[in-house]
């Protein structure tokens, strides 16, 4: 089966998993120390504490559990004031936790948008990587945050970041049936026929999932009708599998053999 668990598990899970685990343990766990305090009240949005424990002489760079700093959980939930108050007192935009994720992807992947253009404006490198390869543009395509996608866009994001899958901004939003995502990406030059490890394409894991409407915007493009998996699948093999009707006549009026 050309579509893994692991994939469809995918950044999302992974990041909202570890970030949340955190968020568990930060919000339940009494831990002593300043820099400790500060990561907690980041992370609960509260801006007067926050104030009141820089000034007391916090660490704004501080990490803690799995290495998360306060600006990180702070974008994570969305606090804007409290990230940009992190930000004015010297907190690293850059910063990244143990498994590669900086503040600029956790709010992506979480849609928080006034956030995401405050770490831009303050250098958030947008190309940045987790250990997975995953990258801010791909987690917003998965979660269909257009807004954000764009604003990612506009400022550098490579459209054909690929994971250390092979999977791609195009690959991830076709997967979750983001059909607006998909054309966005598409009209910014995504790689149409862009694979992954095991030889997926966009246009095969719509077929699978029987997305007429993404397979047709990727069909409009130049999706190779005919491209195979390493398994030898195709996406027409897929969609007749899967008893999507609709996929498998779109795609024999494409040429589909």
């Known amino acids: 089966m050309v579509l893994r668990t692991g994939w469809q598990i995918g950044c999302k899970v992974r990041v909202m998993v570890s970030l949340m685990a ?11 120390g300043v820099n ?5 009240a980041a992370l609960r949005g ?15 760079n501080a990490k803690g559990i799995n290495g998360v700093t306060a600006l ?3 974008s994570f939930r969305g606090h804007r004031e409290v990230v940009q108050e992190l930000l ?4 690293e935009v ?6 590669g994720i900086t503040a600029l992807m956790a709010a992506s992947i979480k849609g928080h948008r006034e ?12 190309n940045a990587k987790t250990n997975e390869g995953s990258t801010a543009l791909i987690d917003a395509s998965q979660e269909g945050h257009r807004e954000i996608l764009q604003a990612l866009l506009a400022r550098g994001a490579d459209v054909n970041a690929k994971m250390n899958s092979g999977s791609t901004a195009l690959i991830a939003a076709s997967m979750k049936g ?17 694979k992954m490890n095991d030889g997926s394409t966009a246009l095969l894991i719509a077929s699978r999932l029987g997305d007429w409407q993404t397979v047709q915007a990727l069909l409009s493009k130049g999706a190779n009708v005919n491209a195979k998996a390493n398994n030898g699948e195709t996406a027409l093999k897929v969609a007749s599998q899967k008893g999507h009707r609709e996929v498998r006549e779109l795609l024999i009026k494409a040429g589909a053999k």
Request: charged share 25%; glycine share 6%.
């Open 115 to 126: 956030v995401v253009q405050a770490l831009l404006a303050k250098g958030a490198e947008v």
């Open 72 to 74: 990180i959980m702070a």
């Open 46 to 60: 509260d801006l007067p504490e926050v104030k009141r424990l820089v000034a007391k002489g916090a660490d704004v």
């Open 94 to 99: 850059n910063a990244k936790a143990n498994d």
């Open 36 to 40: 400790e305090d500060l990561i907690k």
């Open 178 to 194: 983001r059909r607006e995502v998909v054309q966005e990406l598409l009209s910014k030059g995504a790689d149409v026929n862009a």
């Open 22 to 32: 955190v968020v568990a343990l930060w919000a339940t766990v009494a831990i002593a």
């Open 88 to 91: 004015a007192k010297g907190a």
